[in-house]
């Protein structure tokens, strides 16, 4: 059975880093692209990051880009999301994901799998 267990949020002020781990189980981690995704309050699910299987490609929503980096750790079965420069936008439940498309399609189309752990909710106020 697939687990995603998402933790490492909080609040913070605006400008403020965060790092939350994604832990992965159920599944062969390395073998699959991966997504972070976020939920704002009365909204839609909103893709930020994708990283292929081996790491060494990368891509963000323009929302994020430049400010969040996207990471794994293969042997670990973890994926992370470096956010610095928070802005209260940012505020959302961030999931992690499995990508049931590649993740270079990830700017064009609804990439991910919608088998979702609990998240870890982001606040960021002053």
């Known amino acids: 059975e697939v687990h995603l267990v998402e933790s490492g949020g909080g609040m913070v002020n605006p400008g403020g880093s965060l790092t939350p781990p994604c832990a992965a189980s159920?599944?062969?981690?390395?073998?699959?692209?991966m997504s972070w995704v976020r939920q704002a309050p009365g909204k839609g699910p909103e893709w930020v990051s994708g990283?292929?299987?081996?790491?060494?490609?990368?891509y963000y929503a323009e929302s994020v880009k430049g400010r969040f980096t996207i990471s794994r750790d293969n042997a670990k079965n973890t994926l992370y999301l470096q956010m610095n420069s928070l802005k209260p936008e940012d505020t959302a439940l961030y999931f992690c994901?499995?990508?049931?498309?590649?993740?270079?399609?990830?700017?064009?189309?609804?990439?991910?799998?919608?088998?979702w752990g609990q998240g870890t909710q982001v606040t960021v106020s002053s």
């Open positions: 994901a499995r990508n049931a498309l590649p993740v270079d399609f990830c700017s064009v189309a609804k990439c991910y799998e919608t088998h």
């Open positions: 159920g599944f062969t981690f390395s073998s699959v692209d």
């Open positions: 990283i292929n299987t081996g790491g060494g490609s990368t």
